[in-house]
T-cell receptor
């Protein structure tokens, strides 16, 4: 079956440092991979997505890398800020539909 | 636009009680879905709808019913609440149309079943 998992449940970084959150997936039929940010008491918020035929995509302070050979993707956050403190989820979906499969989440804690 | 709205924000039920979680979106999205989020786990799909009058089961549908009579609304019904349904429930919507599009999530409903 399809599953998306995360390597680490928590990540603590110093403010200003770069953060790297990792995710592994099992279903090579996934066409899109998405990163969501969830702040305490709120719903998931879209950060960035990447299509399966891409290796890298950049947004504002964020970069997603996709390695299809080892079925791994990562989210890099540059110059991590206190406002980045949240739980980050990866999710996957096929281009033929909208059913998202979520990973378990990584909590990012930013130290002042 | 208000986006995706959910009511209530919090709810406490006794085992066996019934209730409806409301979800509405004002973005004219065809696709709507319900997820539950349990501690230490990611979101799991309960039910989804690709348009008015069309619903289907997700990963964990047991104990929940849905209907989609309008494009805007997608209520989730618990007919006989059980403690195992204690969770945070999120509604989401997206353009749908059989292709991947960004999905937008509501703020969630925290449900406790005693």
């Amino acid at each position: 079956g399809e599953s998306v998992g995360l390597h680490l449940p928590t990540l603590s970084v110093q403010e200003g440092d770069n953060s790297i959150i990792n995710c592994a997936y099992s279903n090579s039929a996934s066409d899109y991979f998405i990163w969501y940010k969830q702040e305490s008491g709120k719903g998931p918020q879209f950060i960035i997505d990447i299509r399966s035929n891409m290796d890298k995509r950049q947004g504002q302070r964020v970069t997603v890398l996709l390695n299809k050979t080892v079925k791994h993707l990562s989210l890099q956050i540059a110059a991590t800020q206190p406002g980045d403190s949240a739980v980050y989820f990866c999710a996957s979906v096929r281009s033929s539909g909208d059913k998202l499969t979520f990973g378990t989440g990584t909590r990012l804690a930013v130290r002042p | 636009n208000a986006g995706v709205t959910q009511t209530p924000k919090f709810q406490v039920l006794k085992t066996g009680q019934s209730m409806t979680l409301q979800c509405a979106q004002d973005m004219n999205h065809e696709y709507m879905s319900w997820y539950r989020q349990d501690p230490g786990m990611g979101l799991r799909l309960i039910h989804y709808s690709v348009g008015a009058g069309i619903t289907d089961q997700g990963e964990v549908p047991n104990g929940y019913n849905v209907s989609r009579s309008t494009t805007e609304d997608f209520p989730l019904r618990l007919l006989s609440a059980a403690p195992s349904q204690t969770s945070v429930y999120f509604c989401a919507s997206g353009l749908g149309r059989g292709t991947y599009n960004e999905q937008f999530f509501g703020p969630g409903t925290r449900l406790t079943v005693l």
